[in-house]
């Protein structure tokens, strides 16, 4: 004993030195025990009560006190009525109040250690904590022991006190007592709740070199904080470790695995873990039937969670509110929203216990896939049922679905309601209502709402800033934008992608790319990576304003720095070049394109072709064109028009006709800019029988109306650069 001892307390008191190095206050606490060994200093406890305070006689054991007439029997009473529990916490202060009368003999500790467990299972951990104050200071006959400084250490642990968990611990040692694994369990669950992982793994680690006898709770309690912390794969080690040992995993070990498993989307691991649980004899509880369900329900697989529930009523349990709240949602994702409502109105037939989260739910289904009056008609349900009152939450859902429609008067009119009921609107609320403001297009009653919000002393965040910028942006009113984007700096808020996008979109409206520039070169410095929406912005404006060269640059810095690209993004360039009669560059960004993770797609390929056309490059426009099958893709009746021009532009109408049937054979019908280009290409060549063959095959698809004006009309149409319409 005394050697399983040693090791047992180096290694806590391992654990004890990391806390000792992050904090001083573990430390402070544990000088003022040593100064006062007789109990723990005041600044431990929170809602304390003084020392002498007095209760009322009202609790059962006051009434009947007469009727014990033996100190063993008072003892008895106390175990009986802590086992039963308290209803309210006065009847277990009246009862301790009692206890500290009994003083000839005095209640051992176990009395005392029975009312401070069934205290903090109410739970009231500060006042198990004041409690012992008292009981410290009314006899130093009474010691507490391990037992007492585990509750002691579990309420400290409860209310985010841990270094002062850790300061308890050091009392467990100077009163010579050996933390048991019950003590261990509960200072790393302590250090877990706290945010501290790394530390309660390295007190665990600290714990299996030295051989102390953790038990599967233990091993549960860091598996659980790994899968919270993404850290799956380390906590299948454990896991493995831990079967290696020979203990034993239970169902909540099992449930954390598959939780952490179901939040990184490894479904099929996820149920190999739960077959080999039913293989051990390990029955799946609620929590677990929930957990997969609520995995099912957000990856669209509804059918296999409606088979899950039930599995939970044969298995003889009561789904939980939040297993019903996940299956709703289920469907609402699923755009099954009329089955969601039929789902809830059998809950509500069947008086289920129907809490502000499921009607949340289905109201969020019901405004997102537009169906805001039914959502008006659950609120008003809401209102109606005393047990389950709207908060803000329900409103701003209802407000923003409202404002998405277009319908801000109704949205206002909620509004107004809603604070009428005393509900404070936050800043989600107000911003539902400044976006749907600005989408109609009323800026002065949007600053107005803003200018309402901060008068009531809410906040504004990024996202606020942001739909006022980005709208100013959109009507072209930049400056006002800037002057906005003044007071959210000045607000200590950065701006963010979004920021930067609109304000890079306005300017480039408003044809001042300089500014553009500049705000792209000011989101670098502030370490915001571009994405491909600017990207895409400023090279456009770029193009617009025919500055080709900085196009290209930032074209080729975009690749280099990994800044990625879009079908559209990859386009502009290439058309911008061509448009500017710089084929030969658009043939460079073309390979810079090809070799990269975005395919070029048939628009890319039909913006090079037009480009060779128009420069009389037909010989390398046929190449590109030739080139199309092979990466998959089919021309389209722009490409074919396109290489129609080419031919007829040189003369070469023999080739032209060979596409001209091409296209019909691989199933891409000609339209009329097909046919007029053909004709006139004829017509150029003074072959009026061919010219006619095909004007009559126009009048016979009916592209064609009138034969008499098709000469004059022919000779005479605008020029096409191929790209007539499908």
């Known amino acids: 004993m005394t050697g399983r001892r040693t ?27 040593e100064g006062n060994s007789s109990y723990l200093p005041s600044d431990l406890f929170t809602n304390s009560t003084s020392s002498n305070h007095g209760f009322n006689s009202t609790d059962e054991f006051i009434n009947n006190r007469n009727e014990v007439d033996s100190f063993s029997q ?38 005392y250690n029975q ?102 709770i233990s091993y549960s309690v860091i598996i659980d904080s790994l899968c919270r912390q993404g850290m799956v794969n380390d906590s299948l080690t454990l896991f493995s470790l831990m079967k290696k040992k020979r203990i034993v995993p239970n169902v909540v070990t099992y449930s954390c695995l598959i939780h952490g498993l179901c939040n990184l989307g490894h479904w099929d691991e996820a149920k190999a873990h739960l077959k080999e649980m039913q293989s051990c004899g390990i029955s799946p509880d609620v929590t677990i039937f929930n957990i997969l369900i609520d995995f099912l329900c957000n990856n669209g697989k509804v059918d296999l969670a409606f088979a899950v529930l039930g599995r939970i009523f044969r298995c003889g349990y009561e789904p939980l509110v939040q297993t019903l709240s996940s299956l709703l949602k289920g469907l609402c994702n699923d755009d099954n929203v009329s089955k969601a409502m039929e789902l809830f109105r059998k809950l509500q037939q069947t008086r289920y216990p129907l809490n502000v989260i499921t009607y949340g739910t289905v109201i969020t289904g019901l405004c997102n896939t537009g169906k805001v009056h039914m959502a008006l008609e659950l609120l008003e349900e809401m209102n109606e049922n005393r047990k389950c009152v709207p908060d803000v939450d329900k409103y701003t859902i209802i407000i923003g679905g409202l404002c998405k429609q277009g319908l801000v008067k109704d949205g206002l009119t909620l509004f107004s309601e809603m604070k009428k009921k005393g509900i404070s609107p936050d800043v989600v609320t107000y911003n539902s209502l400044i976006h749907g403001l600005c989408n109609v297009g009323q800026w002065d009653e949007a600053k107005a709402c803003f200018e309402e919000m901060l008068s009531c002393g809410i906040l504004p965040c990024v996202i606020t800033f942001n739909i006022l910028i980005d709208f100013l942006c959109k009507v072209r009113m930049v400056a006002k934008a800037r002057e906005v984007l003044g007071v959210m700096i000045c607000k200590g808020m950065e701006p963010d992608m979004f920021t930067f996008s609109s304000l890079i979109h306005g300017y480039c409206l408003v044809g ?78 073309f390979h810079v394109i090809d070799d990269g993770e975005l395919q070029p797609d048939i628009i890319t390929y039909n913006i090079l072709i037009d480009g060779m056309v128009r420069v009389g490059q037909l010989k390398v426009a046929k190449e590109i064109f030739n080139l199309i099958p092979a990466k998959g893709l089919e021309p389209n009746v722009i490409t074919y028009n396109t290489m129609i021009k080419g031919f007829c532009n040189e003369g070469m109408l023999g080739d032209a006709y060979q596409v001209f049937l091409q296209m019909e054979e691989k199933g891409c019908p000609p339209n009329e800019v097909t046919f007029k280009t053909l004709v006139k290409g004829y017509l150029q060549k003074k072959d009026d029988v061919m010219a006619m063959l095909l004007i009559d095959e126009m009048i016979n698809r009916g592209l064609l109306l009138k034969k008499s004006s098709v000469p004059m009309s022919l000779l005479n149409m605008p020029k096409t650069d191929g790209h007539g319409s499908g």
């Open 7 to 33: 090791f047992s307390a180096a290694a806590l008191k391992q654990g004890r030195q990391i806390h000792h190095s992050t904090s001083t206050s573990s430390a402070a606490g544990t000088q003022q025990m």
């Open 74 to 111: 008072f003892q008895r009473f106390i175990g009986h009525r802590c086992k039963l529990g308290f209803y309210k916490i006065e009847d277990a202060l009246n009862l301790f109040d009692q206890m500290l009368l009994q003083t000839k003999p005095s209640l051992p500790i176990l009395s």
């Open 115 to 216: 009312l401070f467990g069934a205290v903090s299972k109410m739970p009231h951990y500060s006042t198990v904590l004041t409690l012992y104050k008292r009981m410290t200071i009314a006899s130093l006959q009474i010691q507490p022991d391990l037992w007492t400084f585990t509750i002691l250490i579990n309420c400290l642990c409860r209310l985010n006190q841990i270094e002062f968990a850790f300061s308890v611990l050091g009392r467990i040692f100077r009163w010579g007592y050996e933390p048991n694994v019950v003590t261990i369990n509960t200072l790393l669950k302590g250090l877990c709740n706290d945010n501290k992982v790394s530390k309660a793994m390295e007190l665990f680690q600290n714990l299996q070199k030295t051989g102390y006898p953790l038990n599967v």
């Open 512 to 589: 001042n790319v300089d500014d553009a520039a500049k705000i792209f070169n000011v989101m670098i410095c502030m370490n915001c990576k571009p994405d491909v929406v600017i990207y895409n912005t400023l090279i456009d404006g770029l193009c617009n304003i025919k500055c080709l060269k900085e196009a290209t640059r930032l074209f080729n810095e975009m690749h280099t720095n990994g800044g990625g690209t879009s079908v559209l993004n990859q386009n502009l360039l290439p058309d911008g070049l061509c448009e500017d009669n710089h084929p030969g560059e658009a043939i460079k960004v």
